[in-house]
């Protein structure tokens, strides 16, 4: 078993729904969750927009590889209804984004798979829900 932490963020439509239905789909398609933070209202970060986002961390004892796993949060994704993750390059509007934060003690450094997640730590609206549930 492999401890994973993932970042969760909505910013359009019904937040705290779509962040507990992603959670909802971790617990079946990723494994259990075994931890999930407080929720936390957040601006936008990178871009310009007037939808605040609701942010929180889980997490998940797994199975899955690094890869299965990116696949597995992407799909998601796509099924709670992403449509694609930039615009141009751009950060924008989202119902729903699930990032990879850790993956035990690993460290992924692939085009579009990076472990740590390499901003992490300048974004607050990831540190303190991460923070509240790492041990």
Known sequence: MHTV???LGS????RKRMIRDAV????LR????????SYYETKPWGFESPNDFINAAVCVE???APRQLLETT????????????TKDGAYHDRVIDIDILLYDDL????????????LMTERDFVMKPLNEIRR
């Not at 910013?11 to 019904?14: H, K, Q, V």
């Not at 494994?31 to 999930?36: C, H, M, N, S």
């Not at 992407?74 to 993750?85: A, F, S």
């Open 30 to 37: 990723i494994g259990e969750v075994k931890r999930l933070s």
């Open 74 to 85: 992407q799909q998601i994704e796509k099924d709670l209804g992403r449509v694609e993750k």
């Open 107 to 118: 460290c992924v450094d692939e085009p579009d798979l990076k472990i740590p997640h390499p």
């Open 24 to 27: 909802a789909d971790i617990g």
């Open 62 to 64: 797994t199975e899955l």
């Open 11 to 14: 910013n359009i439509g019904n």
């Open 5 to 7: 932490y993932l970042g």
